[in-house]
């Protein structure tokens, strides 16, 4: 009975883990056109084209730390599976 009880609990973790890898995946294939683009728009005023330049900038930035942060979520996840078992 144990045993099945923990199979059903590795299951579960295992489709969470699953689930969680999905979403980011959705989030990053959301993020990556914005982050690629050069189209900044057409503006008549230097303040505007900084104000779009910054975001720009800072979506890349905020998905370049996105990757390495759920990188190292995910091998933390994988290496604790491995050292339940």
Same mark, same amino acid.
């Given at each position: 009975?144990?045993?099945?009880?923990?199979?059903?609990?590795?299951?579960?973790?295992?489709?969470?883990?699953?689930?969680?890898?999905?979403?980011?995946?959705?989030?990053?294939?959301?993020?990556?056109?914005?982050?690629?683009?050069?189209?900044?728009?057409?503006?008549?005023?230097?303040?505007?084209?900084?104000?779009? @330049?910054?975001?720009?900038?800072?979506?890349?930035?905020?998905?370049?730390?996105?990757?390495?942060?759920?990188?190292?979520?995910?091998c933390v996840t994988v290496y604790?599976?491995?050292? @339940?078992?």
């Open positions: 009975m144990v045993a099945r009880h923990q199979k059903l609990e590795d299951a579960l973790r295992l489709q969470q883990f699953l689930r969680d890898v999905e979403d980011e995946e959705d989030w990053i294939r959301e993020k990556e056109p914005i982050a690629a683009s050069t189209n900044r728009g057409t503006y008549d005023c230097v303040t505007l084209v900084y104000i779009a @330049s910054s975001k720009h900038h800072h979506s890349r930035t905020n998905l370049k730390f996105w990757r390495v942060y759920r990188n190292h979520t995910v604790q599976s491995i050292m @339940s078992c």
